[in-house]
C-alpha cells in the first residue's frame, strides 16, 4: 500500500522556550522526517534565533498567518486557546484542537487596579468557549482528556508526551559533579510566570537550608535571590547537564498539562519534589520515585528536603524509583508515531463544517464583546443610580496609544496608568519618539460618563522644551474626537461624554525632534457619572447663558445614552 504523506500545520504562539512550544518542536520535527510536509503558521516573521534552542525547529517550513492564508493544507493545527479563531483565515480539508492544557486555568485573579487584569474573568470565560468547538482534539495527559469529556462530551485522542532519550541519560557530562554528603536542588521554570510558583519554590528550598540551589530558567536573567547559581535560556541539549549535577527538582507548578521537567530530571539520575498538581500521575508515584506534596503544604516540602539532606539511602531509593519510571517511558519517536496514526485517523474522518466553524466562531465573539459591553453598562447604571454623588468601583484608566506614521498604529502598543473617578486628578505617561510625523493618541477613561479635561500637555523630556500643550477649550478644538466619545457644548472647560470603551482624542502629529527622544505626556483630569456631572455644573452654572448651554449638552447626552440602550 503507498504511503500518503500529509501537508500539516500548527498555529504556533511563541517561537520561545516553553513546554508548550517544545512539545510542538518534537512532534513537528518527527512528522517531517516521516516525509509529511510540516508548517509552522505564526502571526508575524519570526527570527530564526529565538527558535534556535530546538534544533529541530529550523528544519521546518515558516509561514505567517498572511503568507499561509493562501496555501491548501491537508490539517491545521489550533495549539493555544486564542488560535482557534484564527482558523478562518486558512484553507485546509481538518482542522484539529491540539490541547496541552485546559488554559482558562492560567489567568490571575482580577485587579481592579490593574489595566490588564481588571476583567480576566470575561477573558477566562471566553478561554473557555474554545473547548466548546466540535473540532477533533488531541491532548497529551488523562486529566484533560477527562475533563472535555465531562464538561464538554468531547471525547479527546490522548498522545502522553515521549523524551529525548537519546539526550537525557543518567550517565554523561556535567556542569559540576554532585558532593556526596550535599543536597544540591534544582529549581526549574520561568521567574515571572504565577503559576509556575518558581520565586516561592526557591523562598522553600532557602528556608530548607539545603545546600546548593540552582536555577533553570527560561526569562532572561542572570541572577536571582536566594540562588547559587542561573542556568537561562538554555539550548535543549544543554539541559541534560544541569539536571545530571543535581539531586532533586523542586517542581511546585500550580498548573501543569503533562508536564516533562520531572520526567527528564528522572532520565538524568535524579527525583523530584512537586505538589499533587494535575497531570503528575501520569507517571510519579508518592514516595516511590518522588514526594508529591498537597498544593501550598510548604511546610512539608522543608521537611521532605531535610530529610533528603540528612538521610542519603532515602536519596538514593527515590532516585532508584526515577529510574525505573525513566526506562519504562517511552521515547519521542515512540510519541510522535502515535502522533501521526491519530492525524491520519483524523483525516479519515468527516471534515468540521466550515460554515459551522465561521458561525460558533463569530458567536463566541459576539458573546465575549456583549460580556464586555454588559459589564460597563452594569456599572454605569450602579453608578447612576445612587442618590448621592460618591463613586461606585471608581477604579479607571487613561491609556496612551503612539506610532511613527511609517510604522502605522499597534493596538499592542500602548501605556497605561490608572486613576480614580470622581477627583482631579493629573497623570504622567512617558514615550520614546521612533520616527516622524509621530502621533499621539489619548484614551481618557474605559467607562462610561463623563469626563473632564483640564489639559493635556506634552514636554520633551532631552530638552525640557513644551513640544504641544492644550489648556484652554479653544486649544482642544484641534483634537480630534473619535471613537466612543463626543465632546457637549460647554465653552468654559472641555468636557466629553464617554458612551463605550473606546473614547479617542487624536493629538496633532508631531514634525520635529529627534528619534529616540523621550516625551511625557501630562493629563490632568476628572472622570465622574452623568448625575453626579450635572448635578455639579448646574450648582455653579446658574445664569441664563450657562443653563441653555447645559440644556443643549442634556440633549447630547440623552442621544449618547440611547447608543448603550440607557
Not at 507 to 517: A, F, Q, W
Request: aromatic content about 10%.
Amino acid at each position: 500500500m503507498k504511503q500518503s504523506f500529509l501537508k500539516i500545520a500548527f498555529l504556533l504562539g511563541s517561537p520561545d522556550i516553553n513546554g508548550g512550544t517544545y512539545v510542538i518542536f518534537e512532534h513537528g520535527s518527527r512528522l517531517q522526517k516521516l516525509g509529511h510536509r510540516v508548517t509552522l503558521i505564526t502571526e508575524g516573521v519570526i527570527d530564526p534565533l529565538r527558535h534556535a534552542w530546538h534544533p529541530g525547529a529550523s528544519e521546518l517550513e515558516w509561514l505567517t498567518l498572511e503568507e499561509a492564508s493562501h496555501e491548501q493544507f491537508d490539517i491545521v493545527l489550533a495549539t493555544w486557546w486564542q488560535s482557534p479563531f484564527l482558523l478562518q483565515q486558512l484553507n485546509a480539508s481538518h482542522f484539529v484542537y491540539f490541547v496541552q492544557s485546559i488554559e482558562s486555568r492560567f489567568f490571575e485573579e482580577e485587579d481592579p487596579t490593574d489595566h490588564e487584569l481588571r476583567i480576566l474573568d470575561i477573558w477566562k470565560d471566553y478561554c473557555e468557549s474554545t473547548y466548546s468547538l466540535n473540532l477533533p482534539v488531541i491532548t497529551e495527559a488523562e486529566w484533560i482528556k477527562t475533563y472535555l469529556y465531562d464538561n464538554y462530551n468531547r471525547d479527546a485522542f490522548l498522545v502522553r508526551n515521549g523524551v529525548r532519550k537519546d539526550i537525557y541519560q543518567k550517565n554523561g557530562p556535567t556542569v559540576s559533579t554532585r558532593i556526596e554528603g550535599k543536597l544540591r536542588v534544582l529549581v526549574e521554570g520561568p521567574v515571572d510566570v504565577f503559576y509556575k510558583n518558581v520565586p516561592k519554590s526557591i523562598d522553600i528550598c532557602c528556608q530548607a537550608g539545603v545546600d546548593e540551589i540552582w536555577l533553570l530558567t527560561s526569562s532572561d536573567v542572570e541572577s536571582f535571590p536566594g540562588v547559587d547559581r542561573v542556568f537561562s535560556r538554555v539550548p535543549i541539549h544543554e539541559t541534560p547537564e544541569i539536571y545530571r549535577s543535581c539531586d532533586v527538582l523542586v517542581k511546585l507548578s500550580y498548573i501543569e498539562g503533562m508536564f516533562g521537567p520531572p520526567l527528564e530530571m528522572f532520565h538524568c539520575g535524579g527525583t523530584a519534589i512537586i505538589y499533587n498538581v494535575t497531570g503528575h500521575d501520569e507517571y510519579i508515584v508518592h514516595e516511590k520515585n518522588s514526594y508529591v506534596v498537597e498544593r501550598d503544604n510548604d511546610q512539608q516540602i522543608v521537611d521532605y528536603l531535610k530529610q533528603l539532606q540528612r538521610d542519603p539511602q532515602k536519596l538514593e531509593r527515590l532516585k532508584a524509583g526515577a529510574c525505573n519510571t525513566a526506562d519504562s517511558w517511552p521515547g519521542w519517536d515512540k510519541a510522535s508515531l502515535l502522533f501521526e496514526e491519530t492525524l491520519k485517523q483524523i483525516h479519515q474522518q468527516a471534515p468540521v463544517g466550515s460554515n459551522y466553524l465561521t458561525k460558533h466562531i463569530e458567536e463566541l465573539v459576539v458573546r465575549k464583546n456583549n460580556s464586555l459591553k454588559v459589564r460597563e453598562i452594569e456599572r454605569f447604571q450602579l453608578r447612576e443610580g445612587i442618590e448621592q454623588t460618591e463613586e461606585v468601583g471608581d477604579d479607571n484608566f487613561i491609556q496612551l496609544y503612539y506610532w511613527a506614521e511609517k510604522d502605522g498604529l499597534d493596538a499592542e502598543q500602548f501605556c497605561w496608568a490608572h486613576y480614580k473617578s470622581g477627583e482631579l486628578v493629573e497623570r504622567s505617561l512617558d514615550v520614546e519618539v521612533t520616527g516622524f510625523p509621530f502621533w499621539l493618541r489619548v484614551d481618557p477613561s474605559v467607562r462610561f460618563g463623563i469626563v473632564i479635561i483640564d489639559s493635556i500637555v506634552v514636554t520633551n523630556q532631552r530638552t525640557g522644551a513644551v513640544v504641544m500643550a492644550f489648556e484652554s477649550p479653544e486649544q482642544f478644538d484641534l483634537l480630534y474626537v473619535a471613537g466612543t466619545m463626543r465632546r457637549l457644548a460647554i465653552r468654559d472647560r472641555a468636557v466629553y461624554m464617554s458612551y463605550g470603551d473606546d473614547p479617542l482624542l487624536h493629538l496633532p502629529s508631531m514634525k520635529e525632534g529627534s528619534v529616540g527622544d523621550k516625551l511625557r505626556i501630562t493629563v490632568k483630569l476628572q472622570e465622574c457619572g452623568v448625575r453626579q456631572f450635572i448635578n455639579s455644573y448646574l450648582s455653579v452654572s446658574r445664569s441664563g447663558d450657562g443653563l441653555g448651554i447645559m440644556s443643549k449638552s442634556k440633549k447630547v447626552v440623552g442621544k449618547l445614552l440611547s447608543k448603550i440602550n440607557l
